[in-house]
């Protein structure tokens, strides 16, 4: 399947980490089959941290060995740490991504440690990789979270964003999200930082990590793509809230950011479609309050609506 841009789908690590309920590991295996099936090429399914600290991720052997068992599909993982890497690497993940805030504040706050010492922590990440041959198949990436806006500091010069996203990739890492934590980014704010990233460091390492908080989240995916960006994260449903506005939206929604790139003839190899079909799975297993959000899944594709992608053959 030929694609233009690269979507991976995030609902079950980003989305999932907030839900309080546990996500019945077979209803998250559901989610992957069915997402591959329509076309998905990379997915991250769970985030290597120890089971009392986020219980919903405390199925993620057999999640990752559900994924691993797929063909064609990129499976990628969160880690905070070696420790987690390790796991990670042990069980071959194809693609583990590393966090770091750009705001000193918010990184305190969310992993208890200034950005430098995030940055040894992700030495050691590397270290660890470098100790067993095995461990080479696996890439490491990072994401640089709060990297457009934080609700601790407020602005953050991306000056600043641009120096942390050098340090990764000087430590090894092959791709950097440049992540919107809380959706506090506009389009004019996402183009000019995507453009200087890809002048920086090539379209191939740049992801776009956007949170739909103040629905800016497809104006700003549309505002990375102009700028050259290719890689794009989003959820299904938009799944995933923000921890900081307990009302908001969470993850860019994957069925109108396909909508989005299909309609323009930018072809994202995914069968919008399937994808929709999909949103059951949710539906059926995520607790009544939970929102499922989205405007194609509710309007439907226009009359005449003919995707960039080409339909995938029936079996
Ligand atoms: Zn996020």
Redesign the pocket.
Known sequence: MERDVILRE?GLR?GLQLVKEMFPTDAKKRWISEEVAAGMSEIEVCSFVPPHVVPQFQDHEEVVRHAKSLSDLTVSALVPNAKGAERGFMLGVDKLNFVVSASETHNQKNVKCSTEDSLVRFEQIMEVRASNPDYAKTEVCS?V?TALGCTLEGEIDPKRALWLMGELVKRGATEIGI???VGYANPGQVKALFIDAIAEFGADRVVA???DTRGLGLANSLAAYEAGCRKF?ASLAGL?GCPFAPMAT??VVMDDLVFMFEAMGVRTGIDLDRLLSIREVLRENLPADEPLHGMISKAGPPKGFRPASQPLAAE
């Open positions: 995030v980003d994401g979270s992540a919107d934590t990590h956007f949170h994260d995933g969470g993850n």
